[in-house]
């Protein structure tokens, strides 16, 4: 198959068998797993020098796509066939896995760019791009602790409305999810393979009460003697039950930002609610492009959404080629499931609710 080049420490692997490559907004590193035959030819069995901790490159549609490094191999043999299992991650694996430990954890009047840039220097890696606009620099800024370096990365990201994704070459780009839009539809019976949606409750709320924690005591058991500053709610009318949620959103909150983080909350859980998972053939779009993660596609699936077209976020995409042939599977969330968290202060911006494009459904089944 000519889309996919793959290379270990600049060796060309040939006659592999199975292929999987995936990438994820919710994650910061993707994964790549490769099944490759050991057999020559003439039938002898040849060594494949592939270790723990190789770096790997990986070519899809002639656009260098991942660059990570080797984590397991699984040499398998029997009677008829000598194969070996590749798997891996991209370069920034290592700031998922790894925590903070050059520094205090502190940081004061830093832009999102430079607290990125200062992250991801002690493993080589650089931030090779970022919007125009991430906002004001953090008058204060702290990590968590025993967070790892991600963790600290996105918990800034997700303040700017960022997503920190990783390039080709393994470096970090921060982007914002659905600037960019597929160059395809998605349409039942035309592109779209097979499709399934996927809806759950459980993790939302009727009522959610966003609190802030103010005056703890100099000594003795802080827990036992904290007292309530202010206080929000904010109500998801779909969830017909009495079923509340208390989040403790720190110290020195004014009263309009717990207002919007409890309007935020109700927001993103819903929209994170529901998604579908749609499968296509092949990796490109009718342009040639690949299909990407944090762009917005047009979908359109009659059983599943209704008449009409909506618009949704492609969150996931997991390259496969195999026996079942070439396939892309695309993870699809609504779009405000990625809103940033509301930010204190007189400028942050008011939590909008969003269109519902499961209402079609509802409507449909329910008649009104």
């Known amino acids: 198959m000519s889309e996919i080049s793959i290379s270990v420490d600049g060796q060309i692997l040939t006659g592999w068998e199975e292929v999987q490559v995936s990438k994820s907004m919710d994650q910061l590193c993707g994964s790549f797993s490769v099944t490759q035959s050991a057999i020559n030819e003439d039938g002898t ?14 070519t899809l549609a002639g656009v260098p ?24 991650r991209e370069l920034t694996c290592d700031l998922v896995d790894c925590g903070l430990t050059d520094t205090t ?13 200062q992250l991801a220097a002690p493993f080589g890696l650089k931030v090779e791009s970022a919007p125009a606009d991430l906002g004001q620099p953090f008058p204060k800024f702290s990590a968590e602790p025993g967070d790892s370096v991600f963790q ?4 800034a990201c997700t303040l ?12 970090i ?85 717990a207002q919007r ?41 009659p059983y599943l959404l209704g008449e009409g077209s909506q618009d949704f976020l492609i969150n996931t995409v997991k390259y496969t080629y195999g026996a079942g042939g070439t396939t892309a599977t695309l993870s699809l969330a ?20 969003k269109a519902d494009p499961w209402a079609n459904v509802r409507k449909s089944v329910r008649g009104s």
């Open 105 to 117: 954890g502190q940081w004061k009047n830093v832009d999102l760019k430079q607290l990125a840039t």
């Open 173 to 257: 780009a921060l982007i914002q999810s659905g600037d960019g839009r597929a160059a395809d539809r998605l349409v039942y019976g035309v592109n779209v393979k097979s499709a399934a949606g996927k809806f759950s409750n459980k993790d939302r709320f009727s009522l959610y009460v966003v609190r802030g924690q103010d005056g703890f005591p100099s000594t003795g058991t802080a827990s036992a003697n904290k007292t309530i500053g202010v206080e929000a709610r904010a109500q998801d009318p779909d969830v017909v039950r009495f079923r509340p949620t208390v989040i403790v959103a720190g110290n020195n909150l004014d009263q309009k930002t």
């Open 45 to 58: 069995i040849r060594p494949i020098p592939i270790f723990p901790g190789d770096q790997v490159q990986v």
């Open 261 to 301: 983080r409890a309007s935020w909350e109700a927001q993103t859980r819903a929209a994170k609610a529901g998604g579908l998972e749609v499968v296509v053939r092949g990796w490109t779009q009718s342009t040639g492009e690949l299909w990407q993660c944090a762009r917005l596609v047009s979908v359109e699936i």
């Open 65 to 88: 796509f991942m660059t990570g490094w080797v984590d397991d191999i699984d040499p398998k043999v029997n009677g008829r066939s000598h194969s070996i299992g590749v798997s891996g």
């Open 152 to 155: 600290t990365l996105n918990k």
């Open 160 to 171: 700017r409305g960022v997503l920190p994704m990783t390039t080709g070459s393994g470096n």
């Open 334 to 353: 609504r779009p405000d499931a990625f809103e940033p968290i509301p930010e204190a202060g007189p400028n942050a911006k008011k939590v909008k609710a």
